[in-house]
């Protein structure tokens, strides 16, 4: 694990995969801190410019797109954890919701930051989204859960067990992303 950018933030992947010096180019799990809760699952970054190979978002896309073991793992993780996807876009320091994808039933609900109008839409059609962000933004890709900071300080130490499942529930996800 790595800890990020002066904040209430680690980094876990495999060590093998990740360099701290362009730590960006690489999948990872995340847990954080903030005032209201902590928040953690599994985080993924585009550049905002060309994309070399040394970046996990293209082999990312594809595994949205067409890998159909890992979607379906993914979505028994989000139904199970109650995990959603929160896509970002970086043209100002903290950053634009561009949009949410939830399961509801049995398949991905798109919602946009307005919070009108949810849309069902396909594992395809998430990374058609993602495709279609501008080359020239940077962004990056949430798939987490959070809990409240109460629940957080109350769980102490045990706080590790949900924290972990997510994790494990993740790692078919991110061992596609990275090519293990």
């Known amino acids: ?30 847990f954080a801190l903030d005032s209201e809760k902590a928040w953690y699952g599994y985080y993924i970054e585009k550049n905002d410019g060309p994309m070399s190979d040394k970046w996990d978002w293209p082999r990312f896309l594809n595994v949205l797109e067409g890998d159909s073991t890992v979607q379906d793992v993914t979505e028994s993780a989000m139904r199970d954890l109650e995990l959603t996807w929160s896509i970002y876009t970086y043209g100002d320091p903290d950053g634009k919701l561009i949009g949410k994808a939830k399961l509801k039933e049995d398949h991905l609900s798109w919602t ?8 069902s839409i396909a594992w395809s059609d998430l990374a058609q989204r993602l495709r279609g962000i501008d080359s020239d933004i940077y962004s990056a890709a949430f798939l987490i859960t959070s809990m409240g900071k109460q629940r957080a300080i109350a769980a102490g130490v045990e706080l590790v067990e949900p924290v972990a499942e997510v994790y494990r529930a993740l790692l078919p996800l991110y061992r596609a992303t990275v090519g293990a």
Do not use: L
Request: glycine share 2%; no cysteine; proline share 8%.
């Open 112 to 119: 946009p930051p307005s919070d009108d109008g949810r849309e």
């Open 1 to 30: 694990s790595w800890s990020i950018y002066r904040r209430a933030r680690v980094h876990i992947a495999q060590p093998s995969h990740y360099n701290t010096k362009f730590k960006w180019q690489k999948a990872k799990f995340i």
